[in-house]
């Protein structure tokens, strides 16, 4: 249930990793059974493998895995989630290499911004701060080989969290729905 922050572990979780997260950035190598169940706020992002179950009564927020093997669909419960690709960012390098590299404190994107964009470079920066927090070498070659990586990352997002997102960002628009 935590509600804000940012919390990075060098090393695999156990069971009912982010269990009712509402609000944290968590980045984690690895994860039990039933990871992100009953979430209903902020980002996970797993660079390794899952339990079964995973995104069981996920309400809110996204989480990104990594999806090596091809196979997560078959153990992430689809009763209330999406999965899709995390679209490649045009601009994404171009602004790395601009910066350094280092999103840390130039121009980077508010990771718990509008979660319906800006997923290469959120996730891109989630890992770059768990490798400068925790030396994760795992990170370091998701980052130094990011142009293969990043394909095999799905994005989990609630059906009705990324309806409501879209029609709130409408209302602001003054554009009526549909």
Same mark, same amino acid.
């Given at each position: 249930?935590?509600?804000?922050?940012?919390?990075?572990?060098?090393?695999?979780?156990?069971?009912?990793?982010?269990?009712?997260?509402?609000?944290?950035?968590?980045?984690?190598?690895?994860? =039990?059974?039933?990871?992100?169940?009953?979430?209903?706020?902020?980002?996970?992002?797993?660079?390794?493998?899952?339990?079964?179950?995973?995104?069981?009564?996920?309400? =809110?927020?996204?989480?990104?895995?990594?999806?090596?093997?091809?196979?997560?669909?078959?153990?992430?419960?689809?009763?209330?989630?999406?999965?899709?690709?995390?679209?490649?960012?045009?601009?994404?390098?171009?602004?790395?290499?601009?910066? =350094?590299?280092?999103?840390?404190?130039?121009?980077?994107?508010?990771?718990?911004?509008?979660?319906?964009?800006?997923?290469?470079?959120?996730?891109?920066?989630?890992?770059?701060?768990?490798?400068?927090?925790?030396?994760?070498?795992?990170?370091?070659?998701?980052?130094?080989?990011?142009?293969?990586?990043?394909?095999?990352?799905?994005?989990?997002?609630?059906?009705?969290?990324?309806?409501?997102?879209?029609?709130?960002?409408?209302?602001?628009? =003054?554009?009526?729905?549909?």
């Amino acid at each position: 249930g935590a509600t804000e922050g940012e919390a990075y572990f060098c090393g695999v979780a156990g069971e009912r990793f982010a269990v009712r997260n509402s609000g944290v950035a968590a980045v984690v190598e690895g994860v =039990g059974d039933h990871g992100c169940e009953y979430m209903t706020g902020g980002i996970v992002v797993v660079i390794g493998q899952t339990g079964r179950n995973f995104a069981a009564g996920m309400s =809110g927020g996204v989480a990104y895995v990594l999806d090596e093997e091809g196979d997560f669909a078959e153990r992430c419960n689809m009763a209330m989630v999406e999965l899709e690709p995390v679209p490649e960012e045009d601009d994404l390098m171009e602004k790395l290499l601009h910066h =350094g590299g280092d999103l840390d404190h130039k121009g980077r994107v508010d990771v718990s911004g509008d979660m319906t964009s800006h997923d290469e470079e959120r996730l891109y920066q989630l890992i770059s701060n768990h490798v400068h927090y925790t030396g994760s070498v795992r990170g370091r070659e998701i980052l130094d080989n990011w142009a293969a990586f990043r394909p095999k990352f799905r994005k989990i997002m609630p059906v009705e969290y990324r309806r409501a997102l879209i029609e709130m960002e409408r209302m602001r628009m =003054g554009i009526a729905a549909e």
